[in-house]
């Protein structure tokens, strides 16, 4: 075996970890929250399923392979709630270390490819990862309002608090923020989410 594969198979394997890594959003038809591994995978779904509403012209493949790497980094840094202020105040800096740590198993040019994809995604400022971003957000809101709120309701979030969350990303569709503002009202009037 070449210390190429082995470093790749480290990386795969350490990948693992993520199927243990869980999120405050419940899957559809179980009583259980998603992990990280469903949740990657279901980004990379929908960017293969949506990529026609996306405002400016994207690299599908290219979004796809952010959104399954974006969370690799919670292996070490936890999966930071969206509406944790005080969580966010350390996030940036326990991913920062992650990503050094976890892509650094890998061969030094695939290391650099992942950094780089993990980094796009979080700056957000291509429009391949404003809409990765977006989908980022979306996925997890139509599981909830799915389920009739459940986490917005365990949690006290407020309609404000999510449309805040997902305005700033409305610039990469065009439809999928209509649905979006469309989903939240629809929550708000059923009292699903706080007003």
Not at 146 to 173: C, L, P
Request: aromatic share 10%.
């Amino acid at each position: 075996m070449t210390d190429r594969i082995k470093k790749q198979l480290e990386f795969m394997l350490e990948l693992d970890k993520m199927k243990n890594l869980y999120r405050q959003t419940y899957v559809l038809h179980e009583n259980r929250k998603e992990n990280d591994a469903e949740h990657s995978w279901h980004l990379a779904i929908m960017a293969m399923l949506l990529s026609e509403y996306s405002n400016a012209p994207i690299d599908v493949l290219h979004v796809m392979k952010m959104v399954l790497i974006h969370d690799v980094v919670e292996i070490d840094a936890g999966d930071t709630y969206c509406y944790d202020e005080e969580g966010y105040k350390s996030k940036a800096d326990r991913e920062e270390k992650a990503a050094q740590r976890i892509f650094g198993i890998l061969p030094e040019d695939q290391k650099e490819e992942f950094y780089a994809l993990w980094r796009e995604f979080e700056d957000s400022v291509t429009p391949d990862a404003r809409f990765a971003a977006m989908l980022d957000r979306m996925q997890p809101m139509m599981l909830n309002y799915t389920k009739e709120g459940i986490s917005w309701r365990e949690h006290g979030i407020h309609k404000e608090q999510v449309m805040a969350r997902n305005m700033a990303y409305f610039d990469a569709s065009d439809q999928l923020a209509e649905v979006i503002q469309h989903v939240l009202e629809d929550a708000g009037e059923k009292g699903w989410l706080k007003e």
